[in-house]
């Protein structure tokens, strides 16, 4: 897979954590693109 692939893929799993509190602020996922 390309790397941006896997980025955005690492990405999504940050955003649903279980935990609120372990998910990236908007912010932070603004920069991680």
């Not at 896997?6 to 908007?26: A, F, K, T, Y």
């Amino acid at each position: 897979m390309p790397d941006e692939t896997v980025r955005c893929i690492h990405i999504g799993l940050l955003c649903v954590q279980d935990s609120p509190n372990e998910r990236p602020l908007v912010s932070s996922i603004m920069s991680f693109l």
